[in-house]
C-alpha cells in the first residue's frame, strides 16, 4: 500500500513514471511466499531436531507423536505383554574404582553403545539405563512369540558383541549377565517433583533382573525363564532346574540360552545332554546319583558354573537334608 501511494505521488506531483504491476502483482506475492517457505523450513528443521532430541530418552513412535503435537497420554502410559530384558556389567565396581569419572562415562558409553547395536537391530521398544545396568522390553497388545524371540535373538548377538567390547579394552573384566523374563508391565512415565523417566515397571521386570543376577551364582552369561523359551526349538537351550528366588513363592524354571542351534558346537550339544541327565536325578529326589554324572562332567568340562553349581548343592543337601523341602526345587538365599 505504501508502495503504491509513493508512486501515485510521484506521477502526480513530478510526472516520474514508476512501475507498478510488476512489484504489486508478482514481486511481492512472490516474497511474501519465498518468506513462508522459508519459515516452513525452518520450522520443519527445528521440529525435526526437537525429535531427534527427544527420542534419545523416548521410544521412536512417542517422540514422533510429541514432536508433531499429537500427545495421547494412553499411548504414553500403559499395561502391556513384554519381555524383559535385564543386563548387568559383572566387576564394575572395581572398574569404577580404578577410572576417573571422565574416563568412566567414556567407558560406560562405549559399553552401552556396544550393547544399543543389536538391541536395536532386533526392534526393542523400550531401553532404560540405570548404572551399569540395562532394563528394556519388547511389547505386544497381546502375548505372542514374536517378542519373546526378538529378546532372545538380541541377548545371543549382545553376547558376542560383548568380545568386541574386551578388544577395545583389554585390561576391562568386560563379563555381561543377561536375564529374560516374560509377562504384563506398565512402560510409561514414572517419578516426581516435575522430573520424570520412561520406565519399565512391573514383577517381569523384577525377575528379569532377578534372573540376571542368577548368572553370577552359576557362572553363566544369559538365562531366561521358561516362559521366554517356550516354543522355540531352533535354539539351544540348557534346563538348569527350577529356581525359587529370594522373596518369591513360586520355583520357576530356568534355562541357559547358548546358541541357534545351526551353530552350536559338538561340545555345547554333549553338555547339554550329559546335563539333562544329572538334573533328571536331582528332580527325582536322588541327589546322589545327579552328583554322581555331574562328576563325570566336570572331568570333561572342568569350567562348567552350572556344574559345578548343582553339584555344590547336591552335595549341601545330601549332608544337611531339611525337613519340609520340596524336592527338586533350588531355593536360593541371596539376590
Not at 568412566?104 to 521398544?125: C, Q, S
Not at 540360552?257 to 554333549?270: K, S, Y
Request: charged residues 20%; negative net charge.
Amino acid at each position: 500500500a505504501a508502495y503504491g501511494f509513493a508512486a501515485q505521488h510521484a506521477f502526480g506531483e513530478s510526472a516520474i513514471l514508476v512501475q507498478v504491476a510488476t512489484p504489486l502483482l508478482v514481486q511481492a506475492p512472490l516474497a511474501l511466499f519465498i518468506g513462508l517457505l522459508g519459515q516452513y523450513l525452518l520450522e520443519r528443521r527445528r521440529g525435526q531436531r526437537i525429535s531427534d532430541a527427544i527420542n534419545y530418552y523416548l521410544p521412536d513412535d512417542i517422540a514422533r507423536d510429541l514432536a508433531q503435537d499429537r500427545f495421547d497420554t494412553a499411548k504414553l502410559n500403559k499395561v502391556v505383554f513384554s519381555t524383559c530384558l535385564a543386563t548387568d556389567m559383572a566387576g564394575f565396581s572395581t572398574v569404577s574404582e580404578q577410572l576417573p569419572p571422565g574416563e568412566l562415562a567414556v567407558y560406560l558409553n562405549d559399553y552401552f553403545e556396544t550393547l544399543a547395536a543389536p538391541l536395536k537391530k532386533y526392534g526393542v521398544h523400550v531401553t532404560e539405563f540405570r548404572a551399569d545396568a540395562i532394563m528394556c522390553a519388547w511389547t505386544a497388545d497381546q502375548p505372542s512369540p514374536e517378542p519373546r524371540r526378538q529378546a532372545l535373538l538380541a541377548a545371543l548377538e549382545a553376547g558376542e558383541a560383548i568380545k568386541d567390547f574386551k578388544r577395545r579394552h583389554p585390561t576391562a573384566e568386560g563379563k555381561l549377565r543377561i536375564g529374560l523374563e516374560a509377562g504384563t508391565v506398565y512402560v510409561g512415565h514414572a517419578g516426581g517433583g516435575g522430573r520424570f523417566v520412561y520406565s519399565i515397571v512391573g514383577d517381569s521386570a523384577n525377575t528379569a533382573s532377578r534372573v540376571e543376577g542368577l548368572n553370577k551364582h552359576v557362572g553363566t552369561q544369559i538365562l531366561a525363564t521358561g516362559d521366554v523359551v517356550e516354543g522355540f526349538d531352533d535354539l539351544l537351550m540348557r534346563y538348569l532346574g527350577a529356581f525359587q528366588f529370594v522373596g518369591k513363592t513360586e520355583a520357576m524354571p530356568i534355562y541357559e540360552v547358548l546358541a541357534p542351534l545351526d551353530r552350536a558346537t559338538p561340545g555345547q550339544l554333549a553338555l547339554c545332554d550329559r546335563y539333562a541327565a544329572a538334573i533328571a536325578n536331582y528332580e527325582a529326589g536322588d541327589c546322589q546319583a545327579a552328583a554322581e554324572v555331574l562328576e563325570q562332567i566336570l572331568t570333561e568340562f572342568p569350567d562348567d558354573g552350572p556344574t559345578r553349581f548343582l553339584l555344590q548343592h547336591c552335595k549341601r543337601a545330601t549332608a544337611e537334608p531339611q525337613a519340609g523341602m520340596e524336592p527338586g526345587i533350588i531355593r536360593m538365599d541371596a539376590k
